[in-house]
């Protein structure tokens, strides 16, 4: 089966009908004292940390274009994204579903891993203690050359394909064909009416030549691929995470959101990343009259605003500058030369 390079196939640009833009990133220039101390505090803990733990969510692709699931992203066609992402609707409606993540294959084809992507993969390198669970589908922290051994897929991926067949075991993963079939491209085009596809213009498994495939992600009831479970569990039983990294998600879905209470029950620390941080979370644990870089007394820090504008700043002391620049073939590097140990 042909796997084509995933930035230079025929990718449409496809927006969700209320699609999220990027954050303009004012607010990193003009840090109030007191955000300085929440960062400075923030940094000296992450400079003490032996192990980190990330769970990221859909907030971390956000600003490279790509929609969250909830609140003002999350309507494809009118159609709520959660209610596409289970096995009954595919099932009773294979046209759609494959519709809605066609058009996501095509969306996260187009788009490019941003900063907090390369800031997470920077982080991988020099820790070897780092492990990232994500929950994302899209792609973007492998194409940032995240080590794909310190990055865990909990939701699967928009590029993997499993034939639905009982008696076939079909699964095929980085296939980056878009359409993976001639009828799927008319999924691309916003603009146009919503048409039937028949069952024989959706993906067939090239194996058993009769199973429908699916996408190779983990819809809501499902379990969650079992190696990624153990992996995560067995990092969290090696010995005491120090710190956990909560970029970019709602926290709303089990198990994978269950991660930071298991961290914060062994007396773990917690960093949120959120363009939208609630007032109980908000609250600043950091006593007035305490030194900016202690951190003795806190359990957690918040960093409200674009995931890709805090995240690099706030991992800057262990990964040096991130300077992302594309290359000639339209996909983007880590140009910085990093940090050493001073
Ligand atoms: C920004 C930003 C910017 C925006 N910068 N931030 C315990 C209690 C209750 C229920 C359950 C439970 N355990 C299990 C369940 C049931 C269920 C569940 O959790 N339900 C809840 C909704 C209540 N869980 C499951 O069914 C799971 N399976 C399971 O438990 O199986 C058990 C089993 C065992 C053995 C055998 C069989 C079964 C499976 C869950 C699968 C979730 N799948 C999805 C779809 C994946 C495919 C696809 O992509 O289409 O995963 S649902 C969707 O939600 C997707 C996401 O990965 C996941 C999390 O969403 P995420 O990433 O947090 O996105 P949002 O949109 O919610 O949040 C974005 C955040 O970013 C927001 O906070 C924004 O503010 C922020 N943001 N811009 C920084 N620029």
Not at 156 to 179: A, M, V, W
Not at 299 to 316: C, H, I, N, Q, S
Request: proline share 8%.
């Amino acid at each position: 089966m042909t796997v084509d390079h995933p930035v230079s196939g025929s990718a449409v640009p496809y927006q969700f009908d209320n699609h999220v833009f990027p954050t303009p990133s004012t607010q990193l220039e003009t840090l109030t004292p007191s955000a300085a101390a929440n960062l400075a505090s923030f940094q000296a803990y992450l400079r003490s940390s032996k192990r980190i733990l990330a769970l990221v969510g859909a907030g971390l692709s956000a600003s490279s274009g790509l929609p969250t699931f909830r609140g003002t992203g999350g309507l494809w066609r009118n159609h709520d994204a959660m209610e596409l992402a289970t096995p009954e609707a595919f099932s009773n409606d294979p046209s759609l579903v494959w519709q809605f993540y066609s058009a996501r294959r095509a969306a996260a084809l187009h788009a490019m891993p941003n900063k907090a992507h390369y800031a997470l993969a920077e982080l991988s390198k020099r820790m070897p203690d780092f492990l990232t669970l994500t929950q994302n589908v899209d792609g973007l922290s492998t194409r940032a050359n995240h080590p794909p051994n310190q990055l865990l897929h909990l939701h699967g991926s928009l590029f993997s394909l499993k034939c639905t067949s009982f008696y076939c075991d079909f699964q095929e993963d980085n296939h980056f064909t878009h359409p993976l079939t001639p009828e799927l491209a008319i999924a691309s085009e916003i603009s146009a009416p919503y048409t039937h596809i028949p069952l024989s213009g959706l993906p067939h498994c090239p194996k058993c030549h009769t199973g429908l495939l699916r996408p190779g992600v983990v819809w809501f009831g499902e379990a969650l691929p079992w190696r990624a479970v153990k992996a995560a569990d067995d990092f969290i039983s090696a010995g005491k995470v120090d710190l956990i990294l909560v970029i970019g998600t709602s926290g709303t879905v089990y198990p994978a959101a269950g991660y930071v209470d298991r961290i914060r029950m062994q007396g773990g620390k917690v960093a949120l990343f959120n363009i939208d941080i609630d007032d109980s979370e908000g609250e600043d644990d950091f006593p007035e009259m305490e030194p900016e870089r202690s951190y003795a007394n806190r359990t957690k820090w918040t960093f409200e605003g674009d995931a890709a504008e805090w995240v690099p700043v706030a991992l800057e002391p262990i990964i040096g500058p991130i300077e992302v620049q594309e290359g000639s073939d339209g996909e983007r590097f880590n140009l910085a030369v990093g940090r050493s140990d001073d």
